[in-house]
C-alpha cells in the first residue's frame, strides 16, 4: 500500500513563526501536492512538484513556499506565520502517468497560529 | 476556470437507504473524475476513478456515474450502513501534472 506520512497531526504556532511542514511517501512518486482544506472552501492547491527540485505554485501560493530536495521528501514552509494560515494541510502524492492515476493523501496536519 | 459543485452540503438518511451524490462542473476538458472519501479529521480516500473516456465504475456497493457533456458526475450508494458516513468530496483532474480541482464536499450521516 502506498503510504504517505506528515510529521506532525497537530501544530500551535506564534504569529510570525517560521513554520515547516514535512510529507513523505514511500511509492517513490514524481508527483507531490500541498493543500489547504477550510470549512466552505473544500480544499485549494498550495503547491505541487512534478520531480526534485522541480515545484511549481498552485491556486493560492502567497505567503507559503516549498522544497523538495529529495524525490521522497516535499516540505511546506510558512515563512511567516499569520493567524489567517490556521488550516488543515494535507500532503498528496501520485504517479506520473499522464493524468491516468490518482492521488493518495496524508493524514493532514491541524495548524492552529495564534 | 473550472468550477465543480457538489449538492446537497449535508445529507442524512436512515440505514438501508440507497442514495445518490451528485456532483457538477463547468468544464468538460477532462482527464478523469475522482470520488474521495474523507472522514473527520482525516485524510482523503480514493473511492473510484472514472477515465474520461468511461461511463461509469463500480467498486462493491458504490457505483460511479460520468456525463461529460452535461458536466455531471453522480456516486451511487447502495444499502447504506452507518460505517458509510463520511464527507464525500468529487475532484476533476484537468491533466496538467495531474492537479486536482475540488468539490466542497457532501457530509453524509448515516442513522440507525
Known amino acids: 500500500d502506498v503510504k504517505v506520512t506528515q510529521s506532525s497531526r497537530y501544530l500551535v504556532k506564534r504569529t510570525g513563526e517560521k513554520v515547516f511542514l514535512e510529507c513523505v511517501q514511500d511509492m517513490d512518486h514524481e508527483n507531490m501536492f500541498w493543500y489547504r482544506q477550510d470549512p466552505g472552501l473544500g480544499l485549494r492547491l498550495i503547491y505541487f512538484s512534478y520531480d526534485v527540485k522541480m515545484k511549481e505554485k498552485g491556486d493560492i501560493p502567497e505567503g507559503y513556499s516549498v522544497s523538495r530536495e529529495k524525490k521522497e521528501r516535499f516540505s511546506l514552509i510558512l515563512e511567516s506565520a499569520s493567524t489567517n494560515q490556521t488550516s488543515m494541510y494535507l500532503c498528496?502524492?501520485?504517479?506520473?502517468?499522464?493524468?491516468?492515476?490518482?492521488?493518495?493523501f496524508g493524514p493532514g496536519t491541524r495548524l492552529l497560529v495564534l | 476556470k473550472q468550477e465543480v459543485t457538489q449538492i446537497p452540503a449535508a445529507l442524512s438518511v436512515p440505514e438501508g437507504e440507497n442514495l445518490v451524490l451528485n456532483c457538477s462542473f463547468t468544464?468538460?476538458?477532462?482527464?478523469?473524475l475522482q470520488w474521495f472519501r474523507q472522514d473527520p479529521g482525516k485524510g482523503l480516500t480514493s473511492l473510484l476513478l472514472?477515465?474520461?473516456?468511461?461511463r461509469e465504475q463500480t467498486s462493491g456497493r458504490l457505483n460511479a456515474s460520468l456525463d461529460k457533456s452535461s458536466g455531471r458526475s453522480t456516486l451511487y450508494i447502495a444499502a447504506s450502513q452507518p460505517g458509510d458516513s463520511a464527507t464525500y468530496l468529487c475532484a476533476l483532474n484537468t491533466g496538467t501534472a495531474s492537479k486536482l480541482t475540488f468539490g466542497t464536499g457532501t457530509r453524509l450521516q448515516v442513522t440507525l
Open positions: 498528496a502524492s501520485s504517479p506520473s502517468t499522464g493524468g491516468g492515476e490518482t492521488q493518495y
Open positions: 468544464d468538460s476538458a477532462i482527464y478523469n
Open positions: 472514472i477515465q474520461s473516456s468511461q
